[in-house]
């Protein structure tokens, strides 16, 4: 699963990734509307982590997504 097709689905998607952060709020979600960056940001901003721990973190989920 690439992030092409993540973010192309994003709908779908919404509900695995706030299983994965539930800190983030459906608001949030609308807000990030499957643009990577804007989902490190908010997870950056609501965990207290570095924007790396973020990347690396969205990272592992994606590779967890199957296709």
């Known amino acids: 699963m690439n992030w092409d097709q993540i973010e192309g689905n994003w709908k ?14 459906d608001d949030h979600l609308d ?12 997870i950056q901003e609501q965990y207290g982590i570095t924007k790396e721990e ?5 990272s592992n989920w994606e590779r967890n997504q199957r296709g």
Do not use: H, N, S
Not at 12 to 25: A, N, S, Y
Not at 54 to 58: D, G, H, K, L, P
């Open 12 to 25: 779908q998607f919404k509900g695995k990734v706030k299983e994965q952060w539930g800190k983030l709020t």
């Open 54 to 58: 973020a990347e690396e973190q969205i």
């Open 31 to 42: 807000t990030i509307a499957g643009r990577r960056d804007q989902l490190a940001g908010q």
